[in-house]
T-cell receptor, first 116, second 116 residues
Framework: ETGVTQSPTHLIKTRGQQVTLRCSSQ?????VSWYQQALGQGPQFIFQ???????GRGNFPPRFSGLQFPNYSSELNVNALELDDSALYLC???????????????FGEGSRLTVL | AQKITQTQPGMFVQEKEAVTLDCTYDTSDQSYGLFWYKQPSSGEMIFLIY??????QNATEGRYSLNFQKARKSANLVISASQLGDSAMYFC?????????????FGAGTRLTVKP
């Protein structure tokens, strides 16, 4: 149990709709990253939020956007959904270990999005 | 650009035996971290082991060890005394350290099945 929680766990949308996914990071973590994992593939980095600002972005279009709140929880928003957006969306938070970041990520169980 | 290669889509191992999961990586950076994660069918990514590029000794965590060969850019995971609960997807990942971001790149994964 990583202490990272995501909601909803499953959802179904249709093409063109918008979706918001939510993530609560582990206590003491101030950085949240979002990943997209298509079926049979490894996770792909979408973006990272640190101190409420985007701090790094992968190769995803602008219709993928996010927010981080003062309590370090985060949202991922996807507009104009496409069929290829069907995937498991993973949220991950990180911590410092002995004052040094090892880069270890703590993941939630993900939100499985199906776009019809 | 970073790249992680896992050449074994699927592996089988007999219970109580050891198994090696292969991973090679490509980066021009000198400072990086290598990670292995386990993903059971529930979807959550579970951190297993970490190796820093400057670490001289191979990392070990219980039944997991990482066979780090820097010159060959390989970071194979060795699981000793396999258990039925080890059946899952295993992902190798890498992140360039010191940037303060979480742009972790994952391989395509290896599905491990432990036979009774």
């Amino acid at each position: 149990e990583t202490g990272v929680t995501q909601s909803p766990t499953h959802l179904i949308k249709t093409r063109g709709q918008q979706v918001t996914l939510r993530c609560s990071s582990q206590s003491g973590h101030n950085t949240v990253s979002w990943y997209q994992q298509a079926l049979g593939q490894g996770p792909q980095f979408i973006f990272q939020y640190y101190r409420e600002e985007e701090n790094g972005r992968g190769n995803f279009p602008p219709r993928f956007s996010g927010l981080q709140f003062p309590n370090y929880s985060s949202e991922l928003n996807v507009n104009a959904l496409e069929l290829d957006d069907s995937a498991l969306y993973l949220c991950a938070s990180s911590r410092l270990r002995q004052g040094v970041s090892t880069g270890e990520l703590f993941f939630g169980e993900g939100s499985r999005l199906t776009v019809l | 650009a970073q790249k992680i290669t896992q050449t074994q889509p699927g592996m089988f191992v007999q219970e109580k035996e050891a198994v090696t999961l292969d991973c090679t990586y490509d980066t021009s950076d000198q400072s990086y971290g290598l990670f292995w994660y386990k993903q059971p069918s529930s979807g959550e990514m579970i951190f297993l082991i970490y190796q820093g590029s400057y670490d001289e000794q191979n990392a070990t965590e219980g039944r997991y060890s990482l066979n780090f060969q820097k010159a060959r850019k390989s970071a194979n995971l060795v699981i000793s005394a396999s258990q039925l609960g080890d059946s899952a997807m295993y992902f190798c990942a890498m992140r360039e350290l010191g940037r303060g971001n979480n742009d972790m790149r994952f391989g395509a994964g290896t599905r491990l099945t432990v036979k009774p």
